[in-house]
C-alpha cells in the first residue's frame, strides 16, 4: 500500500479546466471523498482544493488501477472529458507523493510562493477526511509531517516574505515609472484595478490601498471571490467596487493602474484594449503573462512584467527556497524511514508468531518423550528455549530494521523471508508505467529527492 498524488494545479491546468475540477465546499469534497474510498484500488483519500489546485491524495494498492480510478472519480463528479484530464493532470507515487504534500503544505508550490494560506487549507482538508473516516494510519501520518514541515518552514525561512516583497516590489517600480518617488502615499489620487483574487491579487490589493490609491476596481472570473476581497477592502478603508470580468475592459477608461494576477492561459489585458489618450500603468504579476508586453509600445502606457521582478529578487528568494527545501528534505527523510519501520510490523510478528509455533511444537515433543519430566523442569526448559529464541532473534531483527530506516533499497520482508524461510504475501500485479497514458505537469518547485513514477511518465 502507498500514497498517490493525482492532481492539477495553475501549473499544470488550463484555468477553465481547474475551474470545472475544483470543488468549492465541503458538500463536494465530501461526495469525492466518499467515491474515491469506494473505489477496490483505494483504501484512503483526502481532498485539498483550493482556488489555484485539486489534489487527490489516497493510499492504493495498485498504481496503475489506482491513477485510473482517481480519473474516473473526477470524470464522474465534475463532467470534464477524461482525455482533457489525463492532459491536465500530475501524478505523484510513494516517496514522491510524500514529498509532493510537503512541498505543497510549505507553500512552494503556489502562486504566490510561501503563501501560509494552503497551511490551513491542509489543515481542513485533513480534518474533514478523518471525520468522514477516509482518512487512515498512513494519510494521518502524512498529513501530520507536512503540517509540521509547513511550520517549521514558515517559522525558519524568510520565505513568508517572498509574496508580500514581490508585491511591494512590483509597486515601487510602478512608482518609480510613474516618477512619484519620495511621497508616503505616492498613489494618492489614482483608481487601480486588480484583476484576480487569490493571494497575489489580495496582496496587492491591499499594497495599493497602503500606497493610497482613492478607490479599487476588482474583478474575476468567479464574481463571488473578488466581492469578498471588495468587503475586505473596504473594511480597510479603501472604497472598492466589483465588475464582472467580461466588463473589465470597459472599465480600464475609469483606472490609472492595472495590477493582473489571474494565472489564466491566455491575456487578461492586450494593446487592442487599451483606451487611446489615456496615461495607464500595467502590473503584471502572473505566470504565464496575463498582459501582452505590445501594451508598452503605446503612447502613455507602462508596464511592469513579473519577470524582470523575478530576475532582480531571484538572489534573496533562492536562498529562502534552498532553506526551505533543505528543511522539506530533512522531514521527508524522517518520515520515509518512520514509515518503512512501521510497514515492516507485521513481518515481525510474522516472524514472532513462526518462532512460538516452533518452540511449542518442540516443547509437545519433548513432553511425548520424556513422560517422567516434572512439570518445574518441563518449565525451566520451556523458558531456557525462549530465552534462547530470543536472543538468536534479537539481532538479525534489529539489525534488518536498521537497514529498511536507512535504506530505500533493502526491503526487511524480503530478508526475512530470505533469512527464515517466511512466505511472502501475494504482492499486487506488475504493472508497467508507460501504460499509464497520463502525462504530468511541471510543478515548477519541487525538486524531487527521489526518482519517481510521475518523472517515467512524463517522458511517456
Known amino acids: 500500500m ?6 492539477m494545479s495553475h501549473r499544470s491546468a488550463p484555468v477553465a479546466v481547474l475551474e470545472q475540477v475544483s470543488m468549492s465546499d465541503d458538500v463536494a469534497r465530501e461526495r469525492a471523498s466518499r467515491a474515491l474510498i469506494r473505489r477496490s484500488s483505494l483504501s484512503e483519500a483526502m481532498v485539498v482544493s483550493t482556488c489555484n489546485r485539486v489534489e487527490i491524495y489516497c493510499v492504493t494498492n495498485s498504481f496503475h488501477t489506482g491513477v485510473n480510478d482517481v480519473v474516473e472519480v473526477l470524470h464522474g463528479l465534475s463532467g470534464v472529458d477524461t482525455d482533457v484530464l489525463r492532459r491536465s493532470l500530475y501524478v505523484r507515487y510513494a516517496d514522491a507523493a510524500a514529498e509532493h504534500m510537503l512541498v505543497v503544505t510549505s507553500g512552494l ?37 507536512a503540517l509540521h514541515t509547513g511550520k517549521r518552514v514558515h517559522t525558519e525561512t524568510d520565505i513568508d516574505d517572498a509574496g508580500a516583497s514581490m508585491v511591494s516590489f512590483a509597486c515601487a517600480e510602478a512608482i518609480n515609472q510613474l516618477g512619484r518617488d519620495g511621497r508616503d502615499r505616492p498613489f494618492a489620487g489614482t483608481t487601480a484595478m486588480v484583476l484576480g483574487a487569490g493571494v497575489m491579487a489580495s496582496l496587492a490589493a491591499t499594497h495599493l490601498g497602503r500606497l493610497g490609491v482613492e478607490g479599487l476596481v476588482l474583478t474575476n472570473r468567479t464574481r463571488s471571490r473578488a466581492e469578498i476581497l471588495a468587503e475586505h477592502s473596504r473594511e480597510a478603508g479603501v472604497p472598492a467596487r466589483v465588475v464582472d470580468f ?5 472599465a480600464l477608461a475609469d483606472v490609472d493602474i492595472v495590477i493582473s ?18 496615461d495607464i500603468t ?18 502613455g502606457v507602462r508596464l ?7 530576475e532582480a529578487r531571484r538572489d534573496t528568494d533562492d536562498d529562502s527556497q534552498a532553506q526551505a527545501m533543505r528543511i522539506v528534505s ?10 518503512r519501520i512501521r510497514d515492516v510490523v507485521p513481518a515481525v510478528a510474522a516472524l514472532r508468531r513462526h518462532a512460538s509455533e516452533l518452540v511449542e511444537a518442540e516443547m509437545e515433543r519433548l513432553v511425548q518423550r520424556t513422560p517422567t519430566m516434572s512439570e518445574p523442569d518441563r518449565e525451566e526448559v520451556s523458558r531456557t528455549v525462549r530465552r534462547v529464541v530470543d536472543k538468536l532473534l534479537h539481532q538479525p531483527t534489529v539489525r534488518v530494521k536498521e537497514l529498511a530506516a536507512h535504506s530505500g533499497t533493502v526491503s526487511y520482508d524480503s530478508a526475512l523471508q530470505e533469512l527464515f524461510g517466511l512466505t511472502p504475501p501475494q504482492p499486487a500485479r506488475p504493472v508497467s508505467v508507460a501504460a499509464v497514458d497520463l502525462p504530468v505537469g511541471d510543478t515548477g518547485t519541487i525538486t524531487s529527492v527521489r526518482a519517481t513514477v510521475a518523472d517515467t511518465v512524463a517522458g511517456a
Open 246 to 250: 467580461d466588463a473589465r475592459i470597459p
Open 330 to 339: 530533512e522531514e521527508l527523510e524522517s518520515y520515509s524511514s518512520a514509515q
Open 2 to 7: 502507498s500514497v498517490l498524488v493525482v492532481g
Open 109 to 145: 508550490d503556489s502562486m504566490v510562493v510561501g503563501e501560509q494560506q494552503i497551511i490551513g487549507q491542509v489543515r481542513a482538508a485533513y480534518s474533514q477526511a478523518r471525520e468522514l473516516g477516509t482518512a487512515g494510519p498512513t494519510l494521518h501520518a502524512l498529513a501530520q509531517c
Open 282 to 299: 500595467f502590473v503584471d504579476l502572473s505566470l504565464p503573462r496575463d498582459i501582452d508586453d505590445a501594451v508598452a509600445d503605446l503612447p
Open 261 to 278: 494576477a489571474t494565472g489564466a492561459d491566455n491575456y487578461t489585458v492586450t494593446a487592442a484594449d487599451v483606451p487611446t489618450g489615456r
Open 304 to 310: 511592469v512584467n513579473i519577470e524582470r521582478l523575478h
